[in-house]
């Protein structure tokens, strides 16, 4: 029996008493993946993106574990959310609009202290004094940087469309309009280099394109490390009580860790390991969340087909934001339908063991987007379901 076939017969061992469509995160890798994630961090702390869990308890979990301190949220109703919750180091990653937020921001000190802000224009600003209505609490802020890869003079650029300051100038300039004005104070920088973080340098099937994501992806290492260090010291300049640098992602956790102007390291997806998250060559993680889809039909010789399962991630379209049938080994989407809204048909030799009522297990492209299709995660040790949490769904939270 192969290591996948022996978890899928655990799977299905312990959640035998449950219908499908069911998800589930096997504790013991999602365990493992931290681990890893520590080591390679090296000492540094790991600030954990809510996003890639959106699930209080295992955020907690996570949270007691060596090697982890702090959230990084994604929106300011999530922050203060999980500020009333305990959480006492939120970092929101994003800048925000929402006004009814900032009031309560401003006007409550325990939330103030515990949530730290993401601006990279002075026009924030603006919209969180005019949103203040009477609140008085020191905002904290963060400053982010763009973490782009900019060739040819600026013609080529490689990286996400992030914050506009990408020199240690234009962040200095910001962050001195931060430190003078009333009723904020500059407490860290965030950098988040995602064409290094997020982008898997061995895709399979594409060597030549591999290649090339690995050349890009060492020449933006050293390009940012050079130019984050300029910048911390510039900020530094500017606001001596800086408390924090924020830097990496999953999958870029060692290189950003060895940086001396990072002190700390975001990363989030590393603990499920979803399947875009199979593509690198700097580590290997243990899938950890999969969520099942009951077979409800044999229309056919090598076909079955299940309920639903179109839960498609987000980012530019097409089949790698597809979630992936992944046991039992062998199936595959009929490429004429994919994967549907309310009945998936899968194709493959393996479709011909299937009866009705089995259940076929898939990963989702991204982390903590499957929490969106589902208000309850299983949570399985060995073979049995220990526990049965709720995801932000569950506890009636659709943050985005």
Same mark, same amino acid.
Request: charged content about 25%.
């Given at each position: 029996m192969?290591?996948?076939a022996?978890?899928?017969?655990?799977?299905d061992?312990?959640?035998?008493?449950?219908?499908?469509?069911?998800?589930?995160?096997d504790?013991?890798?999602?365990?493992?993946n931290?681990?890893?994630?520590?080591?390679?961090?090296?000492?540094?702390?790991?600030?954990?993106?809510?996003?890639?869990?959106?699930?209080?308890?295992?955020?907690?979990?996570?949270?007691?574990?060596?090697g982890?301190?702090?959230?990084?949220?994604?929106?300011?109703?999530?922050?203060?959310?999980?500020?009333?919750?305990g959480?006492?180091?939120?970092?929101?990653?994003?800048?925000?609009?929402?006004?009814?937020?900032?009031?309560e921001?401003?006007?409550?000190?325990?939330?103030?202290?515990?949530?730290?802000?993401?601006?990279?224009?002075?026009?924030?600003?603006?919209?969180?004094?005019?949103?203040?209505?009477?609140?008085?609490?020191?905002?904290?802020?963060?400053?982010?940087?763009?973490?782009s890869?900019?060739?040819?003079?600026?013609?080529?650029?490689?990286?996400?469309?992030?914050?506009?300051?990408?020199?240690?100038a234009?962040?200095a300039?910001v +962050?001195?309009? %931060? &430190? !003078? @004005? #009333?009723g904020f104070?500059? /407490?860290?920088?965030?950098a988040?280099?995602?064409?290094?973080? =997020?982008?898997?340098?061995?895709?399979?099937?594409?060597?030549?394109?591999?290649?090339?994501?690995?050349?890009?992806?060492?020449?933006?290492?050293r390009?940012?490390?050079?130019?984050?260090?300029?910048v911390?010291?510039?900020?530094?300049?500017?606001?001596?009580?800086?408390?924090?640098?924020?830097?990496?992602?999953?999958?870029?956790?060692?290189?950003?860790?060895?940086?001396?102007?990072?002190?700390?390291?975001?990363?989030?997806?590393?603990?499920?390991?979803?399947?875009?998250?199979?593509?690198?060559?700097?580590?290997?993680?243990?899938?950890?969340?999969l969520? +099942?889809?009951? %077979? &409800? !039909? @044999? #229309?056919?010789?090598?076909? /079955?087909?299940?309920?639903?399962?179109?839960?498609?991630?987000? =980012?530019?379209a097409?089949?790698?934001?597809?979630?992936?049938?992944?046991?039992?080994?062998?199936?595959?989407?009929?490429?004429?339908?994919?994967?549907?809204?309310?009945?998936?048909?899968?194709?493959?030799?393996?479709?011909?063991?299937l009866?009705?009522?089995?259940?076929?297990?898939?990963?989702?492209?991204?982390?903590g987007?499957?929490?969106?299709?589902?208000?309850?995660?299983?949570?399985?040790?060995?073979?049995?379901?220990?526990?049965?949490?709720?995801t932000?769904?569950g506890?009636?939270?659709?943050?985005?």
């Amino acid at each position: 029996m192969t290591a996948r076939a022996a978890d899928r017969a655990r799977y299905d061992r312990a959640t035998a008493h449950l219908d499908a469509p069911v998800a589930i995160v096997d504790l013991e890798a999602f365990d493992a993946n931290a681990d890893d994630l520590a080591r390679r961090a090296g000492g540094k702390p790991i600030r954990v993106a809510s996003k890639s869990v959106r699930c209080r308890a295992l955020l907690e979990r996570v949270l007691a574990r060596d090697g982890f301190a702090g959230i990084m949220s994604f929106t300011l109703a999530e922050s203060l959310w999980l500020a009333r919750s305990g959480f006492e180091d939120v970092l929101l990653a994003y800048p925000s609009a929402d006004r009814a937020g900032f009031a309560e921001l401003a006007a409550d000190p325990k939330l103030a202290a515990a949530v730290t802000v993401m601006v990279d224009d002075p026009a924030q600003l603006d919209l969180i004094d005019a949103a203040r209505q009477g609140g008085r609490e020191t905002v904290q802020v963060c400053l982010e940087l763009d973490t782009s890869l900019r060739l040819l003079g600026g013609r080529v650029r490689v990286g996400a469309r992030r914050s506009p300051l990408h020199s240690p100038a234009e962040i200095a300039e910001v +962050a001195r309009t %931060v &430190v !003078r @004005r #009333p009723g904020f104070e500059l /407490v860290g920088i965030m950098a988040y280099e995602g064409h290094v973080a =997020g982008v898997g340098d061995a895709v399979a099937g594409r060597p030549l394109r591999s290649r090339a994501i690995r050349l890009m992806q060492a020449a933006a290492r050293r390009e940012l490390a050079e130019r984050r260090a300029a910048v911390v010291r510039a900020v530094r300049a500017v606001a001596p009580g800086l408390e924090f640098v924020n830097g990496g992602g999953t999958g870029s956790v060692q290189h950003t860790a060895g940086e001396d102007a990072v002190t700390e390291i975001a990363a989030g997806s590393g603990l499920y390991v979803p399947r875009l998250f199979d593509n690198y060559t700097s580590f290997r993680g243990r899938p950890a969340a999969l969520f +099942a889809q009951p %077979v &409800v !039909r @044999r #229309p056919g010789v090598g076909v /079955v087909t299940v309920l639903g399962g179109g839960y498609p991630a987000s =980012g530019a379209a097409g089949p790698d934001r597809l979630p992936v049938p992944y046991l039992p080994e062998g199936l595959r989407y009929d490429p004429q339908e994919g994967a549907g809204e309310v009945q998936t048909p899968l194709l493959g030799s393996p479709a011909d063991d299937l009866l009705i009522g089995d259940k076929v297990w898939f990963r989702h492209a991204k982390a903590g987007e499957l929490c969106e299709r589902f208000d309850t995660l299983h949570l399985v040790e060995g073979d049995r379901v220990t526990a049965s949490v709720p995801t932000y769904r569950g506890e009636g939270h659709t943050f985005l």
